[in-house]
């Protein structure tokens, strides 16, 4: 190379918001992804709650971080050596192994639940990913919810694919709760000056409010961690009722002093509100976690801060059936 070339060269410099990879970008303690305090939804009083805005991620959600931390765990234990990757996802986990799948030369089959928007099945094939659909009542391996799942794991469990997959299984590896004790529970904890008193998140893989609890907890078991559950039939992608589905493996209980039901006309309500009120363009998903957060505020007081996993950008045709007639002009 010559010098010339070289001469003129950018080296990465963070604090330039210059980077040499797009990994560098997923949220850490010295590089967070923003939180905004919620003024117009929340009820006047001493209640302060904080939206964390994970779609602030490169690839659009709290999943960057997930997935990031189990193909770097596969990746050290030797699990991909040779393989693909298959994993069940309902689009957000899937759109980032996707991305990293792509950025490694590996090649990723995703099985998603044929409820997922559209768009989030566009954009898993954008990146290259094989995407196959199974219906809700798909007779799986471990629950008659969990189709996506058990699909996935027949393709690490048969015997003529077994040798060629690896799965990263969000919802039974360790690396998942991992992802955000390192990461997002201390940034919570750094963002807040050590005053977070609340913490929200829905249930999903559970890997967020797994980790992200016992962090807290560790810095003050005082500080409280409520889920956020929808009901049985939801339509909100990404979250989990836990009696239709079968718990990750990977949650810890233990961690969490309460779970706040909400239900789908309530969260869509709510996330119609940010949009409107607060200006933040979200998913169905931080609609039901902010809500949960707002009804917790009209009893008390101090700061909390709630997971905003991902942005609306995804889910316009799910807007489109809830607007309905709404904003079309009058004849």
């Given amino acids: 190379m010559s010098v010339e070339t070289t001469k003129h060269r950018l080296t990465a410099k963070p604090e330039l918001r210059r980077y040499d990879d797009v990994r560098q970008l997923i949220g850490t303690p010295e590089n967070p992804t923003p939180m905004v305090r919620l003024k117009r939804v929340v009820p006047a009083g001493g209640f302060e709650l904080y939206l964390k805005l994970e779609w602030f991620n490169p690839f659009g959600s709290v999943k960057d971080r997930t997935a ?59 990146l290259g990913a094989e995407v196959w659909e199974t219906p809700d009542d798909l007779c799986p391996i471990d629950h008659p919810k969990d189709g996506a799942i058990a699909l996935a794991h027949s393709f690490v469990r048969g015997e003529a694919t077994k040798d060629k997959f690896a799965m990263p299984n969000q919802y039974e590896n360790m690396d998942n709760v991992q992802a955000h004790y390192r990461t997002t529970g201390p940034e919570i904890w750094k963002q807040t ?13 559970c890997g ?61 309500e709510m996330t119609k509100r940010l949009f409107r009120e607060e200006g933040l363009i979200v998913g169905p998903t ?6 949960a957060a707002v009804e917790y505020a009209k009893d008390h007081e101090g700061l909390a801060v709630a997971i905003s996993p991902d942005s609306g950008f995804k889910y316009s045709s799910y807007f489109a ?8 002009p009058s004849v």
Wanted: glycine share 12%; proline share 6%; charged share 25%.
């Fill in 68 to 126: 990031f931390s189990l193909l770097k765990g596969m990746e050290e234990r030797g699990e991909l050596d040779g393989k693909q990757l298959v994993e069940p996802s309902s689009g957000n986990t899937g759109i980032a192994l996707a991305a990293l799948a792509a950025l490694m030369g590996k090649k990723l089959t995703v099985t998603v639940p044929d409820g997922v928007p559209e768009e989030k099945k566009v954009m898993l094939r954008m």
């Fill in 193 to 205: 000056e050590g005053k977070v008193r609340y913490f929200f998140a829905g249930f999903g893989t």
């Fill in 208 to 268: 967020t409010i797994s980790g992200v609890g016992r962090y807290l907890k560790e810095q003050d078991p005082t500080v409280q961690i409520i889920a956020v559950e929808p009901q049985k039939g939801h339509r909100l992608p990404g979250m989990k009722n836990l009696e239709e589905s079968k718990p990750p493996g990977i949650l810890d209980r233990s961690v969490i002093d309460q779970v706040i039901r909400v239900n789908d006309e309530p969260a869509y």
């Fill in 286 to 291: 931080s609609g039901a976690i902010a809500w």
């Fill in 321 to 328: 059936d809830i607007l309905g007639e709404e904003g079309l």
